[in-house]
Structure formats: C-alpha cells, structure tokens
C-alpha cells in the first residue's frame, strides 16, 4: 500500500480515471456535481463541455467506438442523469464500454423527493450491464475500479456510479488496491469445435455472418485470415461492416432488411451457416423460421446468452474469437459455391445512373467514401441516410463506421463524431445526417464552436422523416403522417452561427467539387445536400417476410 | 405455460432482487412466487424463484447468470413437476 494524502472523493475520483488511462471526459455540471467539477479544475483530464447530457453521453459512445477505450461522461442528479438514459441504452443495446458519473443528493437526503432527485440506479437497471450506487465513501475506489473492469469485461457494456454530494466531498485516503476482481463466477467453456470441422468440411455451401463482436474482439486479423483461408463467401451486419476487407471478392456486403440482395439470397441459399460474434437481430434475420431455412449453425460468441437465443445452434462455440476462429480456419473445396456467389454478386452490383439532375444520395455516398483519406471514421444518424452509407460507403475497419446499430437512436451521429474527432484528432471524421436526425442534437454544433472540432457534416437532406416516409407510402397506403419537415430552419445559416463553414447543394454537377471542398477545408463544415424527397432505400425486405423476398422498387 | 423453481445463489449486493425481477419480466416471464434469505455468515442470499412461461427456461438462467453478482443459478425440475401437479389438481 502506498502512503497518501487525505483526499476528497471527487479527488479520488479523477485519481481512479488517470490510473485508467482516461484523458478525456465529456459531461455537464449541475448542483449535485458540482464538488466532482470542483475536483476537475486539479485534474489533468480534459474536460469537454456538451450542451445537452445526451450529448455528452453519445460524445463518449463515439469516443470509446473509435478508439477501443472506455468512453467517459458525467452529469448532475435528476434531469443530468435522466437525459443520460438514451445514451446509456443505445451503449447497452450495442456493448459499448462506457463509464457514467452521476452526481446524487447527499445521503441524508435521498428517498425524501429531495431538489433534482431521480432514483438514476433505479432507472438504470434496464438500460445498464452494470451499475452502482456509493453510500459509504470507503467503497468509492474500488466501485471505480470495478466500473471499469465490468465495462471492458467479456461482453462490454455501460456501468453507471451514482455518487451522493456528501460522498463527493467525504475525505478519503487512497488504497491504490486495484487487486479485488468482482468476477466469482466459473464460466465453463462451450466449445464444440470437433462438431463444428466435421459440419465445416461436409458443407458445399457456406456463409461466414460476420457481426459487432469481431471489432469489439480484436479479432479482425482472425476473420479475415479465415475469410481468405477458407475462401468462404461472407456477409455483414450493420455493426460488422469494416471487419471483412470490402475487396475481399466473396464479400457481398450487409445482410438483412437494407442488405445487398447478393448477400441476402446467398443467406437464403447456404447449407452451413458460420456466425462470428452476430446475434441473428430481427434486422439481420426478416422472418426468423425462414432465415437460412436450409442451413446449419455454427456460432462464435463471448456471451452465452446468446447461443440458442433466436436461432439454435448446431455447434456453438463459446469464447475468444482470437483463440476459437483459428481452430476452424481450413481451405475449402466450394469453387462451384464460390462461382455462384461471385456471379450474383456481379449480376446485382449496386448501379448510380440515376436519371435527372437531382441529386442521388446514395452517389454522392459511394463518392465521398471514394475520395475521403485513409482512415477516415464516418458517423451516422438513424433513417435513410444511415441504410445509404452502410449499403454505399466502402469501410476499411469497424472503428471507422459508428452507427446506433440496435437502438436505432436519431441524434447519434452528431455527438458520436464530437467523441471520435476527439479520441483520433489526426483522422478525418465524417457525420453524415438528415435534415430529421440533426435537429434530435443540433446543440452540439456548440461543441463544435468551442472547442473548434473539425468534424464534416454531410446532411442528406428532403425535407422529411425519410425513413419512416418510406414506409407510410409502401405500407400504410401512402398517407401522410406527421413526416413532412419543410418547415425546416436554414441549415447553412445555422451552422454559420456556431462558426460552422456551410454550403448547399441541389445539382449532380456541384457534387464532386463539393466533397472536395469540404475535405479540404482544415476547420469543421456542412454541406447539406438537398434530394428529392421520393428517393427510397432499396432493397427493403418487408416486415414479416424472408429476406429473399426483398422489395426492389415501389 | 411452463412452471419452473429458480435456485438462484447471489452476493447480498444492493438491488440484487431488483435486477433479478427487472430481467425475470422483460424476458417474458411471470413471478408465481418468491422466497429470499441471505446467509449472514457470508453474505451470500439464496433465492428461491417460481416462474411460469411458454418460452425456454434456458434464456432466463443465461440472462439471470449474466447479472455481475450472480454466483449460480439452477432450475428444481422435481419443484417444478410438483407445482404443475398441484396446478391440475386444483
């Protein structure tokens, strides 16, 4: 134990985040935090002021995406932490490891309705891998640590620690014990490899489905490897787009309801399926009794939970992809499957002579991916825009594409690319958004201004809620609901007061000048690009259907 | 519906039951009955849970044994057997 000084637990506090390499943390103050921001200005962490708790949450999901460390955010009791909440679930709902500080009403007066009191730890039960609530300033250094540890454990995850005003300025000495793991479970491995190389070489047909856990694994050099082993044709979810080399030619990009119809009917069509940390979401699947009707599952996964959960698994291999996906890396005699793949892949080959002068988005996507340096990481927002760069944008490394994959949360992309710009300021970061999406975190253009963060901002904008737009003309008989957003502010003139470098344009020819212009420029700009408001996403499954039953136009 | 007893071994961490109840019902299964008591000796709480459900008992235990202060969780076939019983008797 090392001799220390006293210290107050907000002290402690930044103490425990530099022993965890933190260096930044993106938050904003309010009463029951303030002893924490008070702890902050003797602090080295950098201290990033959002202009809305979600905004600072999401800022620290882009962190901890881009860069593979623990992304952190702190807020104040009460409305500071229920506006942490979406943040929170999306992490959740996308294994992001991410660490919350809440502020909380001192002890004695928590449970009494107090000012600005929420029951957050209560709150975050549903939304959490983990959370705490310190009452004894004792526990304080080790919950840190253990918030931490859970974060980045197995399957990562949000830990929220909820931390009384009087336990922020309780005295405390450091124990520097960072020895005590919470961990006492045995997990037992679940590993049927012997089953799984006798499904793999009797298959004449397989598919590698290839999803988030790769990335989150470090296993990218493994599934690559063994892409190219095998010579295995593969698809992607939206969270595993970048884990497969996007030149990799039996690579047939992302499956599921916006997937490549390539990628989909090989799925239909294969007699062994190989998932690699992917969990068959509705998304992925369409109508689950009919997806890869014909094939066999084997199934690489950190998380037990998911072996078995939505499709059984003939041989579920539990554990770390870097050790298992190895020990099934065989060449394979499928050139007649590999043929037929190719060909599809080639026969369906996405196509941009898109009639007209309006601008096609899904072009000028393809364009900006082909011209943005190497390296560079693309955020997004949720609805159409979000379907046109996953099927469009040519990714090189999950890290470089940061989506809201599961929680599907408007107001994403904007704060996500605050975070990354912030934890990789050498890279390019891209957010690409529509005119719906921006408006959900537009005070974040705020951050922007003040800390002079040269994030891009690509809005794909038709004056709608695109997305769901869509879906009211193909299935709710084209009426109209609450989707039109003509009514939109300028969005240039807007972004020009926050400091925001902005251009419009409407016309095919402007494109390519455009891209470059805003790749050129050294500070942050938008360049809202305007679209007709008719343009759809296709290919759609529809709900309830199999995804070889994919729509293709209206 | 299926009914099954849940012996669930846990560290007597804070809202422990909580969390137990919070997955218990978002998995989609309903609480027949409960019984709870902590060892004080060494802190650990038993936790004797009746669920009834159409889906896999399998998906609650992994989801249960998910939770960070979780030590075991089995399923009491022979409990189970009993309370349908007493079910179609009733």
Known sequence: ?554 | MNNYKLIIMTDDKQVVLERILQVTRYRGFLIDGITAKVNTGNNIATIELFVSSDRSIALLIDQINKLVDIKSVKVDNSAAKRLKAKECSA
Request: some cysteine; proline content about 5%; aromatic content about 6%.
């Open chain 1, 1 to 554: 134990m090392t001799d220390s000084k006293l210290l107050t637990g907000s002290g402690l506090l930044f103490n425990v985040l530099e022993q965890h390499g933190v260096n930044h943390v993106f938050g904003y103050p309010g009463g029951a935090i303030m002893p924490i921001y008070d702890a902050l200005c003797e602090s080295d962490i950098q201290h990033f002021l959002c202009r809305h708790e979600q905004g600072a949450v999401f800022s620290a999901v882009g962190y901890a995406r881009a860069s593979g460390n623990v992304g952190v955010c702190m807020a104040t009791s009460g409305p500071g932490a229920t506006n942490l909440i979406t943040g929170l679930a999306d992490a959740w709902a996308d294994s992001i490891p991410v660490v919350a500080i809440t502020g909380q009403v001192p002890t004695a007066a928590m449970g009494s309705d107090a000012f600005q009191e929420i029951d957050i730890f209560g709150l975050s039960l549903a939304c959490t891998k983990h959370s705490f609530q310190v009452t004894n300033i004792e526990e304080l250094e080790k919950v840190l640590h253990q918030a931490f540890e859970i974060a980045l454990e197995g399957r990562q995850g949000p830990v929220l620690v909820d931390i009384p005003k009087d336990i922020q300025m309780a005295s405390v000495k450091q124990t520097f014990d960072t020895t005590e793991h919470l961990k006492n479970k045995v997990k037992l491995p679940l590993a049927d490899i012997s089953k799984a190389l006798n499904l793999l070489t009797h298959a004449k047909q397989p598919i590698l489905y290839v999803g988030g856990g790769v990335g989150m694994a470090n296993a990218i050099d493994e599934v690559r490897e063994f892409a190219q082993k095998t010579g295995m044709p593969s698809v992607s979810t939206l969270k595993g787009l970048g884990a497969i080399n996007p030149d990799n030619e039996n690579y047939l990009g992302m499956l599921g309801m916006h997937g490549t119809k390539a990628a989909n009917l090989a799925v239909h069509d294969c007699d062994l399926l190989i998932a690699v940390g992917a969990r068959f979401d509705d998304r992925v699947t369409g109508k689950l009794d009919q997806f890869a009707p014909n094939a066999k599952v084997i199934h690489f996964d950190i998380d037990t939970a998911e072996i078995n959960k939505r499709r059984e698994a003939d041989a579920p291999i539990l554990g770390d992809l870097k050790e298992n996906l190895p020990l099934l890396a065989l060449a394979l005699n499928i050139e007649d499957w590999q043929s037929k793949v190719q060909q599809m892949k080639n026969d369906f080959a996405w196509r941009y002579d898109h009639p007209g002068d309006n601008i096609f988005a899904p072009a000028v996507l393809k364009e900006v991916s082909d011209l943005m340096p190497k390296n560079t990481c693309v955020t997004t927002d949720v609805g159409q825009h979000q379907m046109w760069s996953a099927q469009h944008m040519s990714i090189d490394d999950p890290c470089n594409f940061l989506t809201s994959g599961s929680m599907g949360t408007m107001g994403f992309g904007l704060p996500a690319a605050i975070g990354a710009q912030i934890s990789r300021p050498h890279d390019t970061v891209i957010a690409v958004s529509g005119d719906g999406s921006i408006m959900m975190n537009v005070q974040e253009l705020a951050t922007i201004k003040r800390y002079q963060i040269p994030v891009k901002i690509i809005l794909i904008d038709n004056a709608k809620l695109g997305m769901v737009r869509q879906w009211q003309d193909l299935f709710f008989e084209g009426r109209l609901s609450e989707t039109d957003l003509s009514d939109n502010p300028d969005f240039c003139m807007l972004a020009q007061s926050f400091n925001i470098k902005a251009k419009q344009i409407r016309k095919k020819s402007e494109v390519t000048d455009a891209i470059n212009d805003m790749l050129d420029h050294n500070g942050p700009y938008l360049l809202q690009v305007k679209i007709d408001a008719k343009d759809n996403v296709w290919p759609l499954v529809p709900p309830n259907s199999a995804n070889n039953e994919m729509m293709e136009s209206a």
